[in-house]
Nanobody
Framework: QVQLVESGGGSVHAGGSLRLSCAVS????????MGWYRQAPGKQREMVAT???????DYADSLKGRFTISRDNTKSTIYLQMNSLKPEDTAVYYC?????????????WGQGTQVTVSL
């Protein structure tokens, strides 16, 4: 079975920073495109950022310039550096493969990690 374990969330004031981590096990990580997603209460899950196997990145338009996604294939881990955080960034953050949505891959959703940004 595949496991995705997110960590690094917490509570910060507006303007602060956090670095999230997602460890992947049970799958050959280096062949997977990966991404970060978030879901706030009462809202749909949305894409935050993605990164391909060769390091090409994509970001939600509203987050460009503040968030940075990266990966370390030796550790089977992806990261999300979050700077200049705003209250509207408050959500549970999850990692997964973009292929999950098309059915190309089947990675179970992890527990996510809570990010709370206060004024």
């Amino acid at each position: 079975q595949v496991q995705l374990v997110e960590s690094g969330g917490g509570s910060v004031h507006a303007g602060g920073s956090l670095r999230l981590s997602c460890a992947v096990s049970g799958k050959r990580f280096s062949i997977l495109d990966m991404g970060w997603y978030r879901q706030a209460p009462g809202k749909q899950r949305e894409m935050v950022a993605t990164i391909t196997t060769d390091g090409t990145t994509d970001y939600a338009d509203s987050l460009k310039g503040r968030f940075t996604i990266s990966r370390d294939n030796t550790k089977s881990t992806i990261y999300l550096q979050m700077n200049s955080l705003k209250p509207e960034d408050t959500a549970v953050y999850y990692c997964n493969a973009p292929g999950q949505f098309s059915g190309y891959v089947n990675l179970p959703w992890g527990q996510g990690t809570q990010v709370t940004v206060s004024l």
